[in-house]
């Protein structure tokens, strides 16, 4: 830190050198009299332009939009009335006893804990074999990745019809003798979450394949062969060897998980509008519910701040985890 | 890279620069925001008129082709926004100013919502039906689209509920007759699922039409209940209510809903399966009125995805006795939809000629009745039977006379005294008890605290 403080005054004053020449004679003047630190403090609103159209995004969209969302909050508001009533915590408290939300945080996190430990199976699984001599290997990696850039509005249709009680795949399943699992997978609350979660999983496979296909590229083949050599055969490569590689690729797969089942709206939204009976409801469907059709402006404000409480606590928690675990290593 | 800094000259010109442009887009923000609309010219403009009925763009061309025709120099770009993206395109576009100049608006929750955006079209009324319009018009119009004494918005048109429709060859083939009762209708379910045909379909996952078939269940209970419990006059815990979940939970069980309704949506599942023939019976209104013609039917028929398919006639039939009580089917309606002029419209006065035309003129409502997709609202129009050309005359003409008679005596609203948050709860009695997650009492009990917490009253 020294090394680098020392470093700035003497990076700046070259800079200075270029540019003092075209400065008004009354700031040069100034620049003079006040010795270094006096021409630091004239040099430093310079910066300002460069960093002024970032600064006004973060601070004038998202730190703004997130305070503004705080304060209405407070509020018993429809969003566009001119009388807001103020609640103060009202809308927390009544938020606390909602069976709906609570509902909404089991699934998030069921939903959470599935999507991600199937994900990295297959991911992990596809970008093994795919590491391997596998004729055709380029179709299969597109054939892995098209689901993560078909947009979900589009293909929420799809399932919609492919799951309902006359679908595809009901159709699939009488024709290998399976007509007795044949059910409304969709109309019922017992199976409509585990839909959602397959066609996430549908979904996003392919980003955890491609992250852990490009990390498995890092590996140093040298202690592969090394492994090779003392007798591992692929078994214990993989688990001994290769997955103590992807630790860091996976805590990245477990965090942007965590953050997107936090944020899952479309797919649950689309294909099932958050039933039946609420049993596909999640933080976002039920801001969005609260927020547009039933005009509870405020009470969804409460809603987002706890969302983004609970995020930002599940971010430092990860980062706190990772950097423990790299302390230790 | 190293950034050269300039020089400070050179800053100040690009801080003002800066300054400045933040300044006029702050005014034009400010201008573009806070104005009103404009008159405008009465005769001639272009308006934009946004809604979700009527439902296909085509009805939407033909009431403007016939507005056209007296009224040429006035374009109108029809906008079909879905009803369940209807809030969120609405009030944004609203609010900024640059919305329709016209848009529709339901009676209920929709008027209250929208009413600081609407003209009152009360002096337009009077302008065009004389001192005493209230008369000339059918008032389960005018009350649910007016709110703090002004009128939101002027009535198109009528729909009512509480039947059922039914496909007329499903119910030759296999020799049946519409049911009448509980233990008919699940007679009727049996035999068409032993021939491998769907028998009811219900779009449960949505509280509309769900609210409908629980409407008609409770008139069979008891009649005006539900009305009494939309009023405050009774409880939603009410025994009669109760009855009336316990009933519509038999009809999950005794198979007369299709397996998985409580994941189906009216539109488009329910009635994308009507009317391909997988099912012989669905709760609609008499919006469905229009699928009595070739032309709809056979529109609708393409919309659902089945090229070259044959229109085929459907029947309105009355609501089942299903308490067994002996009440005969009483039936529901509203003011289907109302126009409403944006107060921030820069054409106002050509958008209330539209209005104006649609709604108070002979022409106008001849137009809409037509149609067969709203009743008009005026009362001294009918729709032509003797123009229209219906898939089956023969047998359709008297029932849809009937119908067309029968409902102008109807006096008990369908949906203009529930509030979103009611509706909300009443789907949620609905699917908790279809799913066996509450019994009837249970989901009642809580339908009324969820009622009470909405702010309404009880006496």
């Known amino acids: 830190m020294r090394l680098a403080s020392r470093r700035e005054p003497s990076g700046v004053a070259v800079t200075e050198t270029h540019v003092a020449p075209h400065r008004p004679p009354s700031q040069r003047a100034g620049a003079v009299g006040g010795g270094v630190r006096t021409r630091r403090q004239a040099r430093r609103p310079l910066g300002l332009p460069w960093i002024l159209p970032a600064l006004t995004l973060s601070v004038g969209l998202l730190y703004y939009a997130i305070g503004y969302t705080a304060y209405i909050s407070t509020l018993n508001w429809d969003g566009i009335g001119p009388n807001p009533q103020h609640v103060g915590g009202g809308n927390y408290t009544r938020i606390f006893h909602d069976p709906v939300f609570w509902d909404a945080v089991r699934h998030t996190v069921y939903f959470f804990v599935v999507t991600f430990l199937i994900q990295t199976l297959l991911g992990l699984t596809f970008a093994v074999l795919l590491h391997?001599?596998?004729?055709?290997?380029?179709?299969?990696?597109?054939?892995?990745?098209?689901?993560?850039?078909?947009?979900?509005?589009?293909?929420?249709?799809?399932?919609?019809?492919?799951?309902?009680?006359?679908?595809?795949?009901?159709?699939?399943?009488?024709?290998l003798g399976l007509g007795t699992l044949a059910q409304p997978w969709i109309g019922q609350t017992s199976t409509a979450l585990p839909v959602i979660m397959a066609i996430t999983i549908w979904e996003w496979t392919g980003v955890t394949f491609v992250l852990y296909y490009a990390a498995m590229t890092q590996v140093d083949q040298s202690v592969l062969e090394a492994a090779r050599i003392d007798g591992a055969g692929n078994l214990r490569t993989l688990f001994n060897v290769i997955w103590p590689e992807m630790r860091g690729t996976t805590v990245a797969l477990a965090i942007l998980s965590a953050i997107g089942a936090l944020k899952t709206f479309d797919v649950p939204y689309l294909?099932?509008?958050?039933?039946?009976?609420?049993?596909?409801?999640?933080?976002?469907?039920?801001?969005?519910r609260m927020t547009i059709p039933l005009d509870h402006v405020g009470y969804g404000a409460a809603l987002s701040i706890i969302l983004l409480v609970v995020a930002l606590v599940m971010a430092i928690l990860f980062q706190v985890a990772g950097r423990e675990r790299k302390a230790r290593d | 890279m190293r950034l050269r800094l300039l020089p400070k000259s050179t800053v100040r010109r690009l801080s003002f620069l800066l300054a400045a442009t933040v300044a006029i887009a702050g005014l034009s923000a400010c201008g573009s925001g806070g104005s009103s609309g404009s008159a405008g010219n009465a005769t001639s403009g272009t308006i934009n008129w946004w809604g979700w009925t009527p439902t296909d763009t085509a009805t939407a061309d033909n009431y403007i082709a016939a507005f056209n025709k007296q009224y040429?120099?006035?374009?109108?770009?029809?906008?079909?926004?879905?009803?369940s993206d209807w809030v969120a395109a609405?009030?944004?576009?609203?609010?900024?100013?640059?919305?329709?100049?016209?848009?529709?608006?339901?009676?209920?929750?929709?008027?209250?919502?929208?009413?600081?955006?609407?003209?009152?079209?009360?002096?337009?009324?009077?302008?065009?039906?004389?001192?005493?319009?209230?008369?000339?018009?059918?008032?389960?119009?005018?009350?649910?689209?007016?709110?703090?004494?002004?009128?939101?918005?002027?009535?198109?048109g009528a729909v009512y509920a509480g039947m059922l429709w039914i496909n007329e060859g499903t119910f030759q083939k296999y020799n049946l007759s519409p049911p009448t009762t509980l233990s008919e209708w699940e007679h009727v379910c049996q035999v068409l699922k032993q021939n491998n045909v769907g028998c009811f379909v219900q779009g449960a996952a949505q509280e509309g039409f769900d609210q409908d078939t629980l409407q008609s269940i409770a008139n069979s209970v008891q009649p005006g209940l539900w009305t009494k419990a939309s009023t405050g006059d009774a409880k939603w815990n009410d025994p009669g209510i109760v009855q009336t979940l316990a009933?519509?939970?038999?009809?999950?069980?005794?198979?007369?809903?299709?397996?998985?309704?409580?994941?189906?949506?009216?539109?488009?599942?329910?009635?994308?399966?009507?009317?391909?023939?997988?099912?012989?019976?669905v709760m609609m209104g008499t919006w469905y009125t229009q699928y009595a013609t070739n032309k709809a039917m056979t529109a609708a028929l393409s919309a659902a995805g089945v090229s070259g398919a044959k229109p085929f006639p459907i029947l309105p039939v009355a609501f089942p006795d299903v308490a067994g009580k002996g009440n005969t089917s009483e039936m529901y309606g509203d003011s289907d939809f109302g126009l409403a002029v944006a107060t921030k419209s820069k054409n106002r006065a050509a958008a209330e000629t539209f209005v104006k035309w649609v709604t108070t003129t002979t022409a106008g409502q001849q137009v809409i009745a037509d149609q067969l997709d709203d009743l008009p609202a005026l009362k001294s129009v009918e729709p032509n039977l003797n123009v229209i050309q219906l898939v089956n005359p023969s047998s359709q003409t008297k029932p849809v006379q009937d119908l067309v008679t029968s409902v102008g005596t109807v006096t008990e609203p369908r949906e203009s005294l529930l509030s979103a948050d009611v509706q909300t709860a009443i789907l949620a009695a609905a699917t908790s008890v279809a799913t066996g997650k509450a019994t009837p009492q249970q989901a009642a009990d809580t339908l009324q605290q969820a009622a009470e917490a909405a702010g309404e009253t009880f006496k």
Do not use: C
């Open chain 2, 72 to 83: 040429p120099n006035i374009k109108v770009n029809y906008k079909l926004v879905n009803i």
């Open chain 2, 90 to 156: 609405l009030r944004p576009a609203l609010a900024s100013g640059q919305g329709p100049d016209v848009f529709d608006v339901q009676p209920g929750a929709y008027v209250t919502e929208f009413k600081s955006f609407a003209e009152d079209l009360t002096p337009m009324a009077e302008q065009a039906l004389g001192s005493d319009w209230k008369s000339k018009v059918a008032p389960i119009g005018i009350s649910g689209l007016t709110a703090d004494g002004r009128l939101v918005a002027m009535s198109v």
């Open chain 1, 271 to 288: 294909v099932t509008i958050g039933g039946p009976n609420y049993a596909t409801e999640f933080l976002g469907t039920y801001i969005y």
């Open chain 1, 132 to 175: 391997s001599r596998v004729k055709l290997a380029v179709v299969y990696k597109v054939i892995v990745f098209v689901p993560v850039v078909l947009a979900p509005a589009i293909m929420a249709p799809v399932f919609r019809h492919m799951f309902a009680p006359d679908g595809e795949f009901n159709g699939l399943l009488h024709a």
């Open chain 2, 247 to 281: 009933i519509w939970k038999q009809m999950f069980g005794d198979g007369i809903m299709q397996t998985g309704a409580v994941g189906y949506q009216q539109y488009p599942d329910a009635n994308n399966d009507f009317l391909t023939g997988k099912y012989g019976m």
